[in-house]
């Protein structure tokens, strides 16, 4: 265990309950809204008068804004300060959030969306850099499990929040809920938050213009491929090249420049980069998941937004509980890598589970898959954002947390991406095969070649036979698609054995590095 002269945070607040109720606040705030206003989108097209095509952009510039900027966090950081930097992201992220709710027209809304996006990006890295700087090592890895509990808990909250705020209210509610909650945030981190050391640094104009370019790209490809009908259009193919080309070269910089955007030593540490990875599976699987389920429940099973919410809560639950006692495990020594193979193993059997499924699954088996999912997960979350930092010397926490979010954020677009593209070419294809079985000697209560004798009854028999040969071939695709995430699963864990053992009770900053331990930037 730790010697009382070296269990001391690396930047002490003075109250440091206070302090992580408002970080928590923050960062739940901007989780929610990656998914809150999804809800909201049907309602906003008709108010501001915009076509399909155009309103997809309010969700694409607020990825595409939180993508090019997440990367500079660590830079910004040092540049003014990580304390001016968090208070300047959540007040603007609260001003363009007002602005999202007052807009006229959807150029508007767009460009309040990448205000919301650009402001928002740095809260999420800053506030695991804070979690973890501002709480001694001995109870650093139970406050990374209650920081996992609002990354995992916000994007099954935020479109059963924005479901309700829309129909109770208005899609405008939805930006302005933003407000209250925000400025508990901001008062808490004024008065609260410390700051680590100005760091001076070089800025890397080219290594973030190729990583600018890299993310844009890939994230117009995967949020746009849909609408042109993917590699058909030559507009994929540009966004193909350009990723590709940029990523290609921004790998050859990272690892000659001078001066990198990245620090080098982050990927001479095989724990981070393990653990990078696995961020990236647990967006891809966490977050397509939750794409999934609301849209099958509400149009398959026919539940509302508030039965939703419920069946959805028990993943929130499950997480909750496990990170709990993830942390706790953590804190007696127990190896880290038995713990991801456990939580990787359980998430992919509760997906098993939902492959099962059929429209007669009842609302038990549906939150019982959730909260076993959540409780896989959970343990997941927390044991490898604590792997990640272990072995991180404090100067480079904010830089590693930027790299770690946007794993998740890279994965979370992938998944969603491609569990989309094959639910909607998956229910065509098992619709093309179910409708060749559907004759009169399967149907024996319907005579098809005596139909049209009933003219518009005939017709409206037909539209019936076809709706539901469409429910099942849309259960298929969903089936289809939790067979997917389940592989990808559990071809994770082999992935486990690369990492080093560590002791995470012993989570504190690497030995012989001098950490200043006051706020420099603005006093308290």
């Known amino acids: ?11 002490p607040a003075k109250n440091p309950f206070l302090l992580s109720v408002g ?24 108010t501001l008068g915009a076509t399909s095509d155009e309103i997809s952009w309010v969700l694409t510039s607020y990825i595409v804004a939180t993508a090019i900027a997440m990367p500079i966090t660590g830079w910004l950081a040092d540049q003014v300060g990580s304390r001016r930097l ?58 990374m499990a209650v920081w996992g509990m609002g990354i995992m808990v916000g994007p099954i909250l935020g479109p059963i929040l924005g479901g309700w705020l829309t129909e109770n209210w208005n ?30 640094r070089r800025f890397d104009i080219a290594g973030f213009a190729l990583v600018a370019i890299a993310l844009t790209s890939l994230q117009l490809l995967l949020d746009r491929g849909n609408h042109i009908d993917w590699f058909q259009s030559i507009e994929a193919w540009v966004y193909m090249f350009l990723t590709l080309s940029a990523a290609w070269i921004g790998v050859i910089h990272l690892a000659t420049a001078k001066e990198p955007l990245f620090n080098r030593q982050l990927f001479a540490d095989s724990n981070f980069v393990v ?28 539940y509302g937004v508030i039965d939703t919410g419920e069946a959805l809560m028990a993943r929130g639950f499950g997480t909750l509980i496990s990170m709990q006692i993830a942390g706790y495990l953590l804190r007696t020594g127990f190896d880290p890598r038995v713990l991801l193979s ?27 898959s959730g909260f076993v999912q ?22 480079m926490r904010t830089d590693g947390s930027s790299l770690m979010n946007l794993m998740r954020s890279i994965g979370s677009s992938v998944g969603i991406s491609i569990v989309t593209t094959l639910l909607a070419r998956n229910v065509q294809v098992a619709h093309s095969d179910l409708a060749g079985h559907v004759t009169a000697s ?38 289809d698609d939790f067979y997917l995430m389940m592989w990808i699963t559990f071809a994770t864990i082999p992935l486990i054995a690369l990492m080093r053992k560590a002791d995470l009770s012993q989570f504190s900053p690497r030995s012989g590095e001098q950490v200043e331990h006051r706020s420099v930037d603005i006093p308290h």
Not at 374 to 394: I, Y
Request: net charge negative.
């Open 1 to 11: 265990m730790f010697a009382a002269t070296d269990d001391v945070a690396t930047l």
């Open 23 to 46: 970080v928590m606040l923050a960062s739940l705030l901007q989780i929610l809204d990656t998914t809150i206003a999804n809800v909201a989108i049907p309602h906003m097209q008709s």
């Open 86 to 143: 968090f208070i300047f992201s959540v007040a603007g992220f609260i001003i363009s959030s007002i602005m999202c709710g007052m807009a006229q027209n959807i150029t508007q809304m767009v460009l309040f969306r990448a205000l919301q996006g650009a402001t928002g990006a740095f809260i999420s890295p800053l506030s695991q850099a804070a979690m973890i700087d501002t709480n001694k090592p001995s109870k650093q890895s139970q406050m």
């Open 171 to 200: 899609w405008r509610s939805v930006f302005y809920v933003n407000l209250p909650v925000g400025m508990i945030a901001l008062v808490i981190l004024i008065a609260e938050l410390p700051s680590r050391q100005i760091l001076r």
């Open 275 to 302: 653990a990078g990875l696995l961020s990236l599976v647990i967006g891809i699987v966490m977050f397509a998941t939750m794409a999934l389920l609301p849209p099958m429940l509400q149009r398959l099973f026919g």
């Open 342 to 368: 456990t939580g990787f193993a359980i998430a992919g059997i509760s997906l098993w589970e939902m492959s099962q499924w059929s429209l007669q699954t009842d609302y038990y088996h549906i939150a019982m």
């Open 374 to 395: 959540g409780f896989g997960m959970g343990a997941v979350f927390v044991t490898v954002n604590a792997s990640a930092f272990v072995t991180l010397a404090p100067s």
């Open 442 to 479: 399967v149907t024996e209560a319907i005579d098809f070649s005596t139909l049209d004798r009933f003219q518009d009854l005939g017709e409206a028999t037909l539209r019936m036979v076809d709706a539901e040969v469409n429910r099942q071939a849309a259960m298929i695709a969903y089936i």
